[in-house]
């Protein structure tokens, strides 16, 4: 049995109950250092597979391999595990095998829904998820998705925006932007969300300092209705008060 | 004081720990009658102020005025609060009153994050959401955003899909997609997700029946990569396995 379990952004009070519970149902846990330490006192005792990064694939055929021996595994994720988490390589991994092993995926709250509740209300009207790290992306897919998000009005939520490997590709991204939106689009950006060094910045798209930006940081470029009031970034549903 | 609270798509275990803890802070629990009986359990003793649909701002203008006699109050939403939910509405209501109040968003698991964890993992690259409600938004304007979505190819999620008011919104949709998208895209539908009626259904964008579509009804449409296998959806990442 496995338990793929996205565990929020951040601390333990962002994760859901179901969470909780399949972690504590595991005899082993699977998942990138970083993550197993935001869950460590909730581990105790239990055998722990910690893995680096951009180890994705070896992560998950352990977590495959060690579930065939019976063991009930949870692989964790950050945020949601179905949001460029570990769900669908061990979904594809389990098919590809044929193995007769049950998954369950846990919900959980992604990183963009836990940057929105901190910088106010900005996804209260159509938006859209782009992941800008070209790995296994072409940049050229990545190009025509944000262009036409920008085109359709969707407020977007950046993820992995910007890298030492990839650091003008959330600039490419907002110039291509400005083609539709006005520079004075209001830009929230909110670092290590639900995190003790949590830290929010609200600005636009012509001020933006990209240098404030890096991995670990969501970045929600709003919509034509989106504004700033009071130290809140909000999108109007649509209601006349 | 005004908690702004989302209580996840169904039942109890699906809401974070942040959720329950500002439902037990509170003094009284404002919401829509259908998520109030979600939470009955939670708020024995509480004072409740339940209001009907369509109600929105009647119900957050008068979680602003509790509020100002210094009661601690939450708002509940489905979901998450900030995507379709309350969150706004609150934050605009306190913002025009330049009210006194101080307001927390609390994060919830929206309901295209558990309908995706039910079906598989189709939410693993780049996704947009869409409201095909035409209450507050013209009709031009989501069939625009229908349109640009497809030709980005994102994997799309619809809110709102289909009501009595609205029966032909999602096919309408679904036809101005198949553009773009092949008629055999995976389609999955997931009722009531969360709660003791939940019921899923792969099918295809040429294949779909739209009288298994309602109101609380999540339709997530896959992008060219989604396939279906095992009776999961999933949308690959791009690792090579």
Not at 185 to 212: Q, S
Request: glycine share 10%; aromatic share 6%.
């Amino acid at each position: 049995m496995i338990y793929v379990v996205g565990i929020g952004p951040g601390e333990r009070d962002m994760m859901t109950g179901e969470a909780l519970a399949a972690i504590q149902k595991a005899d082993v846990i699977v998942g990138y250092i970083t993550y197993i330490r935001l869950i460590e006192e909730l581990i105790q005792g239990k055998e722990v597979v910690k893995t680096g990064m951009r180890k994705e694939i070896d992560r998950c055929q352990e977590a495959v391999d060690i579930a065939k021996t019976g063991k009930t595994v949870a692989v964790v994720s950050s945020g949601d595990a179905g949001i460029y988490g570990m769900a669908g390589l061990i979904l594809e991994i389990v098919d590809k095998e044929q193995a007769a092993i049950e998954v369950e995926i846990v919900a959980g709250v992604t990183a963009s829904i836990g940057a929105a509740a901190r910088l106010g209300a900005p996804l209260m009207h159509d938006f859209c998820h782009i992941s800008l790290s070209d790995l296994m992306t072409p940049w050229e897919v990545i190009e025509k998705r944000v262009k036409l998000a920008a085109e359709a009005d969707f407020v977007v939520c950046f993820y992995n925006p910007r890298s030492k490997g990839r650091a003008n590709h959330l600039q490419h991204a907002l110039e291509m932007m400005m083609a539709y939106k006005s520079p004075s689009t209001p830009v929230g950006i909110v670092k290590d969300v639900g995190r003790k060094e949590e830290r929010k910045i609200l600005t636009t798209m012509a001020d933006i300092d990209y240098e404030e930006v890096d991995m670990t940081t969501m970045v929600i470029v709003g919509n034509k209705e989106t504004y700033v009031s009071g130290g809140r970034m909000i999108t109007p549903r649509g209601y006349t008060l």
